[in-house]
């Protein structure tokens, strides 16, 4: 059972444009959201995070957007630059009153930033 | 600089062996978390620990077991290796609530492969 869901396995995008990731969930309880972008052959590294009672968090070039009807959240980068291509992945935690959070991961999406 | 370290960045195991995978935090986190990356499947979550002797299963936890007998240390075991547990182990760490500005910082990675 997939809670974590990213339905774009590759995106490509041409530089100086906007790349837009996406990321749906299941769990009503999920309640902190985060991005990681991994280069290959190294451990991912966070980029961004955004909590349930926000729709909004930017951060420099990269901005997440929660949508938490739709249970839907995305990524965007602008503008989009070479080194951004990369894997990223979307994760998502829900509180618990006893125990460590879980924190779980799509199976990420694959951004190509073309010259 | 927060560090979460794994103790090899490739193994080549025989079938049937026993085989540990170590990591160690420098961060003082309650956290620590062991997942499998494959193609098109993410970031896999194995076993996790919220505190010294403490651990929960997570979504793929058949054919491994983890210790953890100090606060930085976690380990994970691969009880008898099989081919089907060649893949990316990723090793993190994170304070016990994730909340606004706090993020699970990862290893470099082991890449396992089981002839």
């Known amino acids: 059972d997939q809670q974590v869901k990213q339905n774009s396995p590759s995106l490509s995008v041409q530089e100086g444009r906007i790349s837009i990731l996406n990321c749906d969930y299941t769990n009503s309880m999920f309640d902190y959201f985060l991005w990681y972008k991994k280069y290959p052959a190294e451990g991912p590294t966070f980029l961004i995070s955004?909590?349930?009672?926000?729709d909004k968090n930017e951060d420099g070039r990269f901005t997440v957007f929660l949508n938490k009807s739709a249970k839907h959240l995305s990524l965007h980068i602008v503008p989009s630059q070479p080194g951004d291509s990369a894997v990223y992945f979307c994760?998502?935690?829900?509180?618990?009153?006893?125990?460590?959070?879980?924190?779980?991961f799509g199976q990420g999406t694959r951004l190509t930033i073309n010259p | 600089d927060v560090k979460v370290t794994q103790s090899s960045r490739y193994l080549v195991k025989r079938t049937g062996e026993k085989v540990f995978l170590e990591c160690v935090q420098d961060?003082?986190?309650?956290?620590m978390f062991w997942y499998r990356q494959d193609p098109g499947l993410g970031l896999r979550l194995i076993y996790f620990?919220?505190?010294?002797?403490?651990?929960e299963k997570g979504d793929i936890p058949e054919g491994y077991s983890v210790s953890r007998e100090k606060k930085e240390r976690f380990s994970l075991i691969l009880e008898s290796a099989s081919t089907n547990q060649t893949s990316m182990y990723l090793c993190?760490?994170?304070?016990?609530?994730?909340?606004?500005?706090?993020?699970?910082?990862f290893g470099q990675g082991t890449r396992l492969t089981v002839v």
């Open positions: 993190a760490s994170s304070y016990q609530t994730l909340r606004v500005d706090t993020e699970a910082f």
């Open positions: 955004i909590s349930s009672i926000k």
């Open positions: 961060m003082d986190h309650e956290n």
């Open positions: 620990s919220y505190d010294v002797k403490m651990k």
């Open positions: 994760a998502a935690s829900a509180r618990r009153i006893q125990g460590a959070q879980k924190l779980v």
